[in-house]
């Protein structure tokens, strides 16, 4: 029987789809909409940089131009709709899939006993009960109100103190939640007093083999194809191996089928895909050819290599490169024109004391090889700098000499 094939634009249609960026980026961004959206990408990546605004508000702006932080803000600390925890890396995502990290907190749990103890973090599980008495009686806490006396190690920033390793460990195993952050250190409270109580292990878990499936079909819901590995990738919690065997078993049943998307440089990759995707994705209509900043973190990005086999971008952030080495810069954005990443763009947000609004700068901006930076297309970056600029809080945007580069 003959594999269906999707070729390399209505690939990138569908993925940009279930990434909510097919449609034209407008609409409210407030309380229940903004949870839809949240539960639509299935989690928000946090990040502490802050160049122009945070990875997490980057994400959901360019979605919702309407969207400001404080909505976020509400619905995670104030409505408790989001829970805190991890899936690649720390991200926000919707209490009702609470129940299926339970199988998380249990994964992490024994990961990180080894790994801690790996690290030298000597005496964190002494200080198991203290810190849990200790947040009963008085509260919530951050790393900073524990363990003021004890001593941290040589290790960097990382070299947490005793008492700060409790608090993660309590936190990525479930017995702590994170009730929100405060100059972006976590503050930790009691589950049984953050979360909802029909959401605790108490009233019962899923089993893992359901936890597991709907992991999957969660994850492919979200990728809109996917070999086996990407689906393990998406949320972190299943195994290449339990992936593999779900694929298989979703094959047998006829819940998914096999699919060639061709890649930007001709070649097939074989994925898995729901029954119609390939009709449903030749369906979608064309995006908006108006032009967006996303964030290095933005969830269509996450995923470097079906990034760049799909829309033949290469990006790599260089927070860590030394400066000298850095092939753009520290934090670059992608800008998306229509269904194409037509470029990258360094600027920063320079505020002035105090909190005052300041200027957005452009220090310089490399098109993509193949794309012509024309009359237009600079007009549609001006509009985008201009949304940015007041989404930031920024007085004007200004540029550096030279700020237009030629592609790399």
């Known amino acids: 029987m003959a594999v269906a094939r999707l070729d390399n634009r209505a690939a990138r249609r569908l993925f940009m789809d279930r990434h909510a960026l097919l449609e034209q980026p407008s609409g409210s961004a407030k309380c229940d909409e903004l949870l839809e959206l949240i539960t639509r990408l299935g989690f928000v990546q946090l990040d502490s940089i802050n160049t122009v605004a945070r ?33 690649h890396d720390a991200a926000v995502l919707p209490m009702e899939f609470y129940p299926h990290w339970h199988l998380r907190f249990q994964r992490d749990a024994e990961v990180l006993r080894k790994r801690y103890r790996n690290w030298h973090r000597d005496g964190y599980e002494a200080k198991f009960q203290h810190v849990l008495d200790h947040i009963r009686d008085y509260g919530a806490v951050s790393s900073s109100d524990v363990g003021k006396d004890e001593k941290k190690g ?45 959401y605790l292990p108490a009233q019962g878990s899923p089993a893992p083999e359901e ?67 390939v009709e449903q994705a030749a369906a979608l209509p064309p995006p908006p050819g108006r032009m967006r900043v996303l964030s290095p973190f933005d969830p269509a990005l996450r995923d470097r290599k079906r990034a760049e086999g799909l829309f033949g971008f290469h990006y790599r952030i260089e927070v860590f490169t030394p400066a000298a080495k850095r092939r753009y810069g520290y934090y670059v954005f992608p800008l998306m024109e229509g269904d194409r990443l037509v470029g990258r763009i360094d600027m920063k947000a320079h505020r002035q004391p105090g909190g005052l609004a300041g200027t957005l700068h452009v220090t310089a901006l490399w098109p993509e090889r193949g794309v012509k930076w024309s009359p237009a297309r600079q007009n549609r970056l001006e509009a985008e700098l201009e949304r940015v600029r007041r989404f930031a809080d920024m007085e004007r945007v200004s540029f550096a000499d030279g700020w237009q580069r030629e592609p790399l």
């Open 55 to 87: 990875a997490h508000d980057m994400i959901l702006f360019s979605r919702r131009p309407s969207y400001r932080p404080t909505a976020l803000k509400r619905l995670y600390e104030q409505d408790r709709n989001l829970f805190e925890h991890w899936t």
């Open 154 to 198: 040589t290790g960097g920033w990382w070299d947490w103190h005793p008492s700060k390793t409790a608090l993660e460990y309590l936190w990525r195993s479930g017995a702590l939640a994170v009730v929100g952050r405060s100059g972006f250190q976590k503050r930790y409270d009691l589950s049984e007093r953050v979360i909802d109580n029909q």
């Open 211 to 277: 936890t597991l499936d709907w992991l999957c079909n969660a994850a492919l819901d979200r990728l809109g194809f996917a070999t086996s590995g990407e689906l393990a990738a998406f949320w972190a919690t299943a195994s290449p191996t339990e992936c593999a065997t779900w694929c298989k078993q979703a094959l047998a049943d006829g819940q998914i089928e096999p699919v060639d998307v061709t890649q930007t440089d001709g070649r097939s990759r074989r994925v898995f895909a729901r029954p119609g995707a």
